[in-house]
């Protein structure tokens, strides 16, 4: 087994950009020793579905969490409108901070900080018009963040492309067209579930017999139950029938 496999120790880091640099370092050694037709995939199979279940479920995660004492309902409604924007968001974060490593394997410093330069100018200026023209309060500079690592994702996808790197080739693009599309059934049984379980739930009158603070936390953690089932089994079962490569190898490897 040794003779077929390389380990990597990193010792004092706890930051998930660690894996980014995992993975340029065994690219970089494989362009050391001459390999040309090597190819590396990376894709969002989790990242997608995580940040729809978030969106779905904001205030019920915030609210199961820190809705109590003098964190009333208004705090969970401005922080859970704040994590909504956020969230939705995360995948251009999560994106950028892979290419701010890809060039740092490269050792290029000098384009991380001039594209961080564009991602900070872009940022101000999106939180000032989300919330002084939009009058979003907060929750625009929540935005502002999102907006501004999608610009820094173009900026860093254009300059790789420059360079004969293409980000978004059709294989990309035709994986992540499959993971929208496998997005589609959850988001039908999350929206199902956040709109008609609470009724549900009311008229049975099950909730009635705690008080009312322990009777809100049952609720969101039943709500949050639920849709974190649906979404698995509706996203894994949709991603199976759409023969996407990378589940089938799970798929394999653990069955």
């Known amino acids: 087994r040794q003779f077929q496999q390389v380990g990597v120790e990193a010792l004092g880091l706890d930051d998930p950009a660690l894996d980014a640099e995992v993975v340029s370092l065994a690219w970089q050694a494989y362009a050391d020793l001459g390999l040309r037709q090597v190819r590396l995939l990376l894709t969002s199979l989790a990242m997608l579905p995580v940040m729809l279940f978030s969106f779905y479920f904001s205030r019920e995660i915030i609210r199961l969490v820190y809705g109590m004492g003098a964190f009333d309902a208004r705090a969970v409604a401005l922080t859970g409108a704040c994590f909504s924007f ?30 961080s330069v564009a991602g900070l100018v872009s940022n101000v200026g999106f939180a000032v018009f989300l919330t002084r023209v939009v009058p979003w309060g907060v929750a625009g500079i929540a935005m502002a963040g999102g907006l501004s690592a999608l610009v820094m994702a173009i900026l860093y996808a254009s ?48 909730l009635g017999r705690f008080p009312a603070f322990w009777g809100e936390k049952l609720r969101d953690g039943l709500l949050i139950g639920l849709g974190t089932l649906a979404l698995g089994l509706c996203y894994g079962g949709t991603l199976l029938l759409l023969r996407v490569p990378e589940v089938g190898a799970l798929w394999t490897k653990f069955s």
């Open 159 to 206: 300059l790789l492309a420059r360079r004969g790197h293409r980000i978004f080739t059709g294989a990309f693009l035709f994986v992540h067209l499959k993971v929208l599309a496998a997005l589609l059934a959850p988001a039908a049984a999350l929206w199902a579930i956040r709109s008609q379980v609470p009724g549900f739930l009311e008229g049975w009158g099950f």
């Open 86 to 115: 956020h969230i939705a968001s995360i995948w251009f974060i999560g994106f950028s901070r892979i290419l701010t490593n890809v060039f740092f394997a490269m050792q290029d410093t000098r384009s991380p900080l001039w594209v």
